[in-house]
């Protein structure tokens, strides 16, 4: 494969959509090229824990096949997208990034795969969609054990790289989904945002994010966090390739009872838009103490940008932000405690059979097969809704949430829509944080409050920042809040600035 023809993966995905409905382009030979960069970069970068390169190709012939003999192909015919391990791809392996949803290994196995038990019988609804629509799935992504970390160091198979600085994370928990973007070895993917884990992995990366309204896309067949936050979302290295996969995969679905019965938006045509007059909002508790001097001046360029681009900017007040952290991390835990109790060892996945009595399975296949975060949140959440805690913690953080979501409501009588940094500082180093949880989780305070109250968010880059210590310039993400269901207006926004931004060419160097 020569650099040329690997080029291909960094164009858009409308185009390479196009070239491929077209018949310019085979899906094979788009196939071969993401499967050649995987097995280039993800060696040293580690956004993939499962490659399936033969499905791959099958998969792409037979849309090779289906066009010559006439058919019209999807809007995302050829486009490899990369899946976050917690969503069921049927047969591929389904690890959620933990130890207790593979099997032991087998005398003489040494391979990876070998570990990798439980293969799911059916795709998640935004699997099945993104098949439909004609998308290749070239493997899994690697994630911070079931969802629950902010730097993927917290994966049970090691964790992703940052590809502008390999020694740094890149986020999580969906932080493989956006290496693989970043790096160039797919041209889109699909992660889960609970509490920020799609924008700020985009924004530590480069890329564009985007978590939808709560609800607006299915959660079918997502292996399940917190339920009442977790969202499937894209990425991608543009607007409009994030815009027209959430086009795919958003829509009511009778198999999640909590989807929205509402009309999907036109966010790909909201691209290129005009902006002029939208309101924009700029919240001060965002930009409080902690965050770093570099990052909150290129999102305040970001926001000066919005202005030359005819939108009008005030100041709007979310006086609950700093409540935002200790609630999500009680009202999250208690849903992991209630969600993660099927984890027994008996049904699916691990099973550490110490041949006394049932207690004694559940303790040991438990103890074996859940990481440390994973066990940290488990008894916080127990602890949240034992008898006797129940309303000081878990009941009065519910009342938090009312009140951080009527902020909201507040603000958007005058504005359109929010900006914001997506982190307070850019991509840490591995290892920085992953001793002291506190400050690993209020790396997520920017994120929080909007899926605190459910509104969807994305994140687009700005421009990066050298922060001492770095070899080069790092990247920033500003992240767009909006009412719920305005996927189409963020887009709009988010792609306008992303014609004037210094960000926008920009990609990691490789060296193949």
Known sequence: MSAADAAILDWSIPEIARVVRSGEVSAEEIARHSLDRIEQRNGRLGAFLTVQGEQTIDAARDLDER???GERLG???GVPIGIKDALCLEGSPATAGSKILTRAAQPGERDLDAYRGWRPPYDATVVARLRAAGALFPGKCNMDEFAMGSSTENSAFGPARNPWDPTRTP?????????????GMTPGSLGSDTGGSIRQPAAFTGTVGIKPTYGRVSRYGLVAFASSLDQVGPFAADVRGAARILGVIAGRDPHDATSLDAPVGAYEEACGRDVAGLRVGIPEEYFAAGTDPLVEASVRAAIRGLEGQGCTVRPVSLPHTHAAVATYYILATAECSSNLARFDGVRFGLRVDPKKDLNALYEATRGAGFGREVKRRIMLGTYVLSSGYYDAYYLRAQRVRTLIRRDFDEAFRDV??????????????????????LAMYLADIDTLPASLAGLPALSVPCAPVL??????????????????????????????????????????????
Do not use: M, N, Y
């Open 67 to 69: 066009r010559a003999r």
């Open 75 to 77: 809007p995302l015919a």
């Open 171 to 183: 986020g999580g928990s969906s932080g493989g989904s956006a290496v693989a973007v970043a790096s």
């Open 416 to 437: 359109d829509l929010i900006a914001t940094p997506v982190s307070p500082v850019v991509a840490f180093r591995l290892g920085e944080k992953i001793d002291d949880p």
């Open 467 to 512: 922060v001492p210590g770095a070899a080069a310039p790092l990247p920033v993400g500003l992240q767009l809040i909006g009412p719920a269901l305005e996927e189409a207006r963020l887009c709009a926004v988010a792609h306008a600035w992303e014609q004037i931004s210094p960000a926008r060419s920009l990609r990691p160097r490789f060296d193949a």
